[in-house]
């Protein structure tokens, strides 16, 4: 079962679960009206306060309590278009309109703004003028906000999708909403067509020279909520393979909330990074300096990827040859 867990800071300052404020009182002999205790916390805690207390419990229920327990908490992450998947190239139907419509990118004058540790990984926040993917699966133009990474605990996995079973040692996501349809990318990641993901392969070899400008800041945002300015141009169509067959298919989030709102597009060629560079990532932090660990899973993020999901009847293409 889920346990409410403490927000971070002092206890004596931070909100407690009804259920446990109800254990307290009943411990004490007191009749409590819980709607009533939380209406007044709300009222008189700053809006910015209350954004850090539900951005905090967000993070414990995501890393504490683990991918396999999520659609507890997150009824999406039960649903029939999750992902990850284990992409069963035997399975794959090739389909004749993806090669009529290539996929188009145009990554020119993206500019990477600030790098942040979530806690969970690391993220670049990308601003954009206009569109920067389309065609191939899409059916709208879709613009890149972000885009960040996932690992393990060594190259023999890290990555959320795998191929035949396999994993890569990672997997960097290309995070885009449609243009077309949402004036905001917090609307688009919960509505039908909201997102494409661009999801590429990370295989352990020599340094990535446009993601070393990610590690090189990263000293920078050690610790959860750590936040620094990118000073170097970061050419994010060296990102994309040189091979650019891929796969599409129709998923979600891989992590919580976990919408299904996302058409994928898995480019089949890693890229290298190299070990130190992964080893960049996963000195990063769970937690904010100068706390220390609040929870057993406080420490290094040594890995963030969600196991593949059931593919529940849905079909993975790729352009015919």
């Known amino acids: 079962a889920w346990t409410v ?68 908490i997150y009824p999406k992450a039960a649903g029939e278009k999750q992902s990850p998947i284990d992409i069963v190239q035997k399975n794959v139907q090739s389909d004749p309109f993806l090669a009529e419509n290539p996929l188009r990118w145009n990554y020119k004058g993206l500019h990477c703004t600030n790098l942040l540790n979530t806690g969970c990984g690391w993220r670049a926040d990308v601003t954009a003028q206009g569109p920067n993917i389309s065609g191939g699966p899409l059916h ?36 885009h909403y449609n243009l077309d349809m949402y004036s905001r990318a917090s609307e688009a990641a919960c509505s039908d067509k909201g997102l494409s993901v661009i999801g590429i392969f990370l295989k352990e070899g020599q340094p990535h020279e446009e993601l070393q400008k990610i590690t090189d800041s990263m000293k920078k945002v050690i610790y959860r909520g750590d936040k620094c300015s990118i000073d170097q141009d970061i050419d994010i169509g060296s990102l994309i393979p040189k091979n650019s067959s891929y796969w599409t298919y129709e998923g979600s989030l891989t992590t919580p909330p976990c919408y299904e709102s996302v058409t994928w597009i898995v ?22 300096e100068g706390e220390g660990p609040k929870a057993p899973t406080d420490g290094p993020i040594l890995k963030n990827y969600r196991p593949p999901q059931p593919l529940m009847g849905r079909v993975v293409r790729d352009p015919a040859n």
């Open 267 to 288: 480019f089949k060629e890693p890229i290298e990074v190299s070990q130190e560079q992964f080893e960049a990532f996963r000195e990063l932090m769970s937690y904010k």
């Open 5 to 72: 867990l403490p927000f971070a800071g002092s206890t004596t300052s931070m909100p407690r679960s009804p259920s446990c404020l109800r254990t307290l009182c009943a411990m004490r002999g007191v009749t409590l009206d819980v709607a009533a205790v939380v209406k007044r916390f709300v009222s008189n805690t700053p809006p910015v306060k209350l954004q850090a207390y539900r951005r905090e419990l967000h993070r414990r229920k995501v890393v504490v309590c683990g991918p396999s327990n999520w659609s507890k």
């Open 140 to 175: 709208h133009n879709y613009q890149m906000v972000q885009f960040h990474s996932h690992w393990g605990t060594c190259s023999k996995m890290g990555s959320e999708h795998t191929v035949d079973g396999e994993h890569y040692a990672g997997e960097l996501h290309l995070v």
